[in-house]
């Protein structure tokens, strides 16, 4: 079985950052909210946001 491994992207300056998102509702009242994350290649965070979304559907909290 091979396993594959992802690559961080390569910006200008040589150092490479991941972008993490994610979207959330809560089923009973509808609100939701999405947040995400910057991290370094070695998994150091860079930066963080969250924002809440007021009352939306999954798929609109997802994008």
């Known amino acids: 079985m091979s396993s ?3 690559q961080p992207q390569q ?3 040589g ?3 991941f972008l993490n998102i994610d979207g959330v509702v809560k089923r ?3 609100l939701s909210a999405a ?3 910057v991290r370094d ?3 150091k ?3 963080g946001c969250n924002r809440f979304l007021g009352k ?3 798929f609109d909290a997802e994008l």
């Open 4 to 6: 594959s491994i992802i």
């Open 11 to 13: 910006n200008l300056l």
């Open 15 to 17: 150092m490479g950052f």
């Open 28 to 30: 009973v009242t509808g």
């Open 35 to 37: 947040g995400g994350v």
């Open 41 to 43: 290649e070695i998994g």
């Open 45 to 47: 965070w860079i930066l």
């Open 56 to 58: 939306c559907s999954a």
